[in-house]
């Protein structure tokens, strides 16, 4: 499988040093070592979802209950859980930390992945949740160390976009 397993496990450490003890998600081809390194890590609770919505409750129950989490879904999953989103991890002030793969953009050759791409970006500016890319290895660690700091620091949405040049072997 073309996807980078060593950055995937750069990813998975990032998350770990930042605490996060539960992660929830759907299968997904660029997650799909995220997913089993976590379901393979004893420490580490993974939830597998039914949709993503499901990911911003189960984020919000772990964060009452003193527990940091992060949510793992494709940019068209971040799209279904939207109304989630705004209803409940911003009205109540969730530290909701969302890894999104960045499907459908340059070098997408799943035409069913296009439309789910070109409105991400724009959707998180208008919801107003700040976002970053993965776009290299050697960013990573700082970068989900910020992100997940900002999201508990300010008690909403941040998200990281998880890039084609980072998620994938050409």
């Given at each position: 499988?073309?996807?980078?397993?060593?950055?995937?496990?750069?990813?998975?450490r990032?998350?770990?040093?930042?605490?996060?003890?539960?992660?929830?998600?759907?299968?997904?081809?660029?997650?799909?070592?995220?997913?089993?390194?976590?379901?393979?890590?004893?420490?580490?609770m993974?939830?597998?979802?039914?949709?993503?919505?499901?990911?911003?409750?189960?984020?919000?129950?772990?964060?009452?209950?003193?527990?940091?989490?992060?949510?793992?879904?494709?940019n068209?999953?971040?799209?279904?859980?939207?109304?989630?989103?705004v209803?409940?991890?911003h009205l109540y002030?969730?530290?909701?930390?969302?890894?999104?793969?960045?499907?459908?953009?340059?070098?997408?050759?799943?035409?069913?992945?296009?439309?789910?791409?070109?409105?991400?970006?724009?959707?998180?500016?208008?919801?107003?949740?700040?976002?970053?890319?993965?776009?290299?290895?050697?960013?990573?660690e700082?970068?989900v160390?910020?992100?997940?700091?900002l999201?508990?620091?300010?008690?909403?949405?941040?998200?990281?976009?998880?890039?084609?040049?980072?998620?994938?072997?050409?």
């Amino acid at each position: 499988m073309p996807v980078a397993l060593d950055n995937s496990q750069l990813i998975y450490r990032a998350l770990k040093a930042c605490g996060i003890q539960l992660l929830s998600a759907l299968p997904e081809t660029w997650l799909v070592h995220l997913i089993q390194i976590a379901e393979d890590d004893p420490q580490m609770m993974l939830v597998r979802l039914a949709k993503e919505e499901e990911g911003v409750g189960l984020s919000a129950g772990a964060h009452f209950a003193g527990v940091k989490s992060a949510m793992l879904m494709q940019n068209h999953g971040f799209l279904a859980a939207i109304n989630g989103i705004v209803s409940f991890a911003h009205l109540y002030k969730i530290p909701l930390l969302m890894l999104i793969s960045y499907r459908g953009t340059f070098g997408e050759r799943d035409p069913w992945q296009t439309q789910g791409g070109s409105v991400t970006e724009p959707l998180l500016r208008a919801l107003n949740i700040p976002y970053s890319f993965l776009d290299a290895p050697e960013s990573v660690e700082k970068r989900v160390r910020q992100a997940h700091t900002l999201a508990e620091s300010s008690l909403q949405p941040v998200a990281l976009l998880l890039t084609r040049d980072l998620m994938w072997v050409e």
